[in-house]
């Protein structure tokens, strides 16, 4: 059991708390009072995510930085963290562990959300949040038409990419060897550098990438 606090309320419950029945404008309320909580919003149910684990953290503080500063390097658009808004629809908002959109799709960036479909997502999955991770925040992604999704998998050692082509989406699963982005030209990780105690030095690896860029 975890505890969460929504403005003045406070939850002891798992860690992820669904709560049905909540309307845009009060998701946006309450978001407004606690704005270091994780809380999602699809189709009128409010997901509420406990603090996240410092694997999970520190798998996020590898990938996030690498992929940000390679875009801005290559000047190939914007990539935001964990707590930026992703506005996808009425009643679809959610916060992916990382969000990466191209340059010329820049105007969807406002100062409160990303109106719109971003076009890469990351998800840093972990056993808590598996079943959500892999299928209805997978569904509400591929249903805005997000050209790629990564669904980081530590716990079982894999990354899944799933890539739109045409109007259907096709997944590719690795557990080792490199996989590249097809959004951010150039950007790629070495699966293996994901499940080691000691994460790489991003610097060294963001020069690697560089050089082959």
């Known amino acids: 059991m975890v505890t969460v606090r929504i403005g003045q309320k406070v939850l002891d419950a798992p860690e992820l708390v669904f709560i049905e029945g909540v309307s845009e404008a009060v998701y946006d309320a309450l978001t407004e009072l606690e704005e270091d909580v994780k809380v999602e919003l699809i189709d009128g149910v409010m997901v509420v995510h406990s603090p996240e684990k410092t694997r999970h953290e520190d798998v996020f503080g590898f990938v996030f930085p690498l992929m940000r500063i390679f875009a801005i390097r290559t000047r190939q ?7 930026a808004t992703v506005h996808l629809g009425e009643c679809r908002k959610v916060k992916p562990d990382i969000a ?20 890469l997502v990351v998800e840093i999955v972990s056993e808590s949040t598996r079943r959500y991770d892999f299928g209805k925040k997978r569904q509400v992604y591929e249903e805005a ?34 996989f590249r982005s097809q959004v951010l ?17 991003p610097i060294e690896c963001l020069q690697s990438m560089m050089r082959k860029a």
């Open 145 to 178: 038409g997000v050209p790629e999704i990564w669904l980081v998998d530590f716990e079982r050692q894999q990354v899944m990419v799933v890539r739109k082509v045409g109007q259907r989406y096709r997944s590719e699963t690795k557990s080792e060897g490199i």
């Open 77 to 83: 658009g914007k990539v935001l963290g964990s707590m």
């Open 100 to 119: 990466a959109v191209q340059a010329e799709r820049a105007p969807i960036i406002t100062k409160d959300a990303i109106e719109g479909a971003p076009d």
């Open 185 to 201: 030209k150039g950007f790629w990780l070495q699966v293996e550098w994901l499940w080691q105690t000691e994460l790489p030095d």
